[in-house]
T-cell receptor, first 109, second 115 residues
Framework: RKEVEQDPGPFNVPEGATVAFNCTYS??????FFWYRQDCRKEPKLLMS???SGNEDGRFTAQLNRASQYISLLIRDSKLSDSATYLC??????????FGAGTRLFVKA | EAQVTQNPRYLITVTGKKLTVTCSQN?????MSWYRQDPGLGLRQIYY???????DKGDVPEGYKVSRKEKRNFPLILESPSPNQTSLYFC??????????????FGQGTRLTVV
């Protein structure tokens, strides 16, 4: 079993749709959680950190469920510019960083 | 401008010919790491460094070496490259170690092909 698993993609959604990504992690001692965005052939960039209390940044909402060991990302009112690969990232409390394989999102007009 | 710089961006080489991919950051970050990205597998950590002269293996260290003689530089060395090391490589740095939960900044990537 992979340490970090994400929804298989791709997700194809129309503009304006709400889309949700889920990610599960296996190490219960994991301490830090993030969502990164990666555009085609570019470097990953931080989208948002994920806190136990949940957090929101404009159209993006991230949530963490430690009991079930999953994190989620919700994108509301999808834009064409949201098309990218979304990477779930978990830090295991030491210095190891584990990336999920990513979920590809296509937003179409 | 805060950045992580990798060189070269593209490299085609032959099996067995030693190569070095350089990585430099100008943010005075303590923590640096190398990843490779392959289709369907995501980013996998090769090596990381918590500070100068302190390095450790990630998940896929075989066939790679690193060094951290200065805080800003973290080169990746392939002593004898093989075709299965053909991949997209990223260097990243962050203010503190991974457990500290700080943002990682990535270089633009190095696309390596070993023939």
């Amino acid at each position: 079993r992979k340490e970090v698993e994400q929804d298989p993609g791709p997700f194809n959604v129309p503009e304006g749709a709400t889309v949700a990504f889920n990610c599960t992690y296996s190490n219960s001692a994991s301490q830090s959680f993030f969502w990164y965005r990666q555009d085609c052939r570019k470097e990953p960039k931080l989208l948002m950190s994920v806190y136990s209390s949940g957090n929101e940044d404009g159209r993006f909402t991230a949530q963490l469920n430690r009991a079930s060991q999953y994190i989620s990302l919700l994108i509301r009112d999808s834009k064409l510019s949201d098309s990218a690969t979304y990477l779930c990232v978990v830090n295991t409390g030491g210095f190891k960083t584990i990336f999920g394989a990513g979920t590809r999102l296509f937003v179409k007009a | 401008e805060a950045q992580v710089t990798q060189n070269p961006r593209y490299l085609i080489t032959v099996t067995g010919k030693k190569l070095t991919v350089t990585c430099s950051q100008n943010m005075n970050h303590e923590y640096m790491s190398w990843y490779r990205q392959d289709p369907g597998l995501g980013l996998r950590q090769i090596y990381y460094s918590m500070n100068v002269e302190v390095t450790d293996k990630g998940d896929v260290p075989e066939g790679y070496k690193v060094s951290r003689k200065e805080k800003r530089n973290f080169p990746l060395i392939l002593e004898s490259p093989s075709p299965n090391q053909t991949s997209l490589y990223f260097c990243a740095s962050s203010l503190v170690g991974a457990g500290g939960g700080t943002e990682a900044f990535f270089g633009q990537g190095t696309r390596l092909t070993v023939v």
